[in-house]
């Protein structure tokens, strides 16, 4: 599971969810009259709320969560996780609310009558932590905002000296590419930050690896995309094959007319249509 994958919106989803749990100790009724040191219930003594609520909204935050970190997210019932999950999230804030409205419950039918009855304190921050959780996970792909990374890619590796090798592992500048001639320098790229097609200081190539250099101007070099972009199959299909995500470097390794063509961490190649605002390595 990649945690760089994770977006702004995700990290609201787990704050809510903790925030879900937390709620989960605290008294789910009010009652009036009641002195203070009077033991009340909470959702771990009421299995429908537990269930429909609070397991409903954990459990919930953990699918959408798990399904961004995966390369490949399962499906169920027809659904990914991750619709799954904001599906799930929006029936534990439905269910919540209903409980605001009547925390008596099963007491209504008692004969004893439930004036005193209010929704404690647990019911009413389970009610916030849902709404939460549910906005984030149906705005997540519609607000730019919340779409950033959560955790920001690391920084550039510092060039190394001619012949010297690198310690990083592939996905990061300055790792050496794999299939690459032992001694074979991945392509130099700019300055750190320096946005896509700006002017490169030319560089004089040793004479080894003179030959070694790829027809036309370009040269391969790392980049991170700063938010989630789909990755397409050369041959032009509609259908994307791979989403990059922010906060993990990629090589590109071709020009295709706007677009480029990038390298995965498992070797799969595709094109990238949308190269706005990409971070050079």
Known sequence: MNIRSLTRGDGVVIGAAVLLFIASFLDIYSIDGISSGADLPNAWESAPLLMSVFLAGIFAAVLIVVARGLPTVPKVAGLDLGQFGVALAVFSAWSALGNIFDPAGGFNNSGQGTSGFGAGTGVILALIATLVLAGAAV????????????????????????????????????????????????????????????????????????????????????????????????????????????????????QRGPGLVAQTQDGRRGVLQDTTGIQRG
Do not use: C, H, M, N
């Open 139 to 254: 705005a997540t792909p519609l607000v730019p905002a919340l779409k950033g990374a959560l955790v920001g890619a690391p920084r550039p590796q510092a060039p190394l000296p001619y012949g010297a090798q690198p310690a990083g592992g592939y996905g990061y500048p300055g790792a050496q590419q794999p299939g690459q001639p032992y001694g074979a320098q991945a392509g130099q790229p700019g300055q750190p930050g320096q946005p896509y097609g700006a002017a490169q200081p030319q560089q004089q190539a040793p004479a080894p690896q003179a030959a070694q250099a790829p027809a036309g101007d370009f040269s391969p070099f790392w980049f991170a995309v700063p938010v989630p972009r789909p990755l397409y199959a050369e041959d032009g299909a509609p259908t994307p094959i791979a989403e990059l995500a922010p906060g993990t470097w990629y090589l590109a390794v071709e």
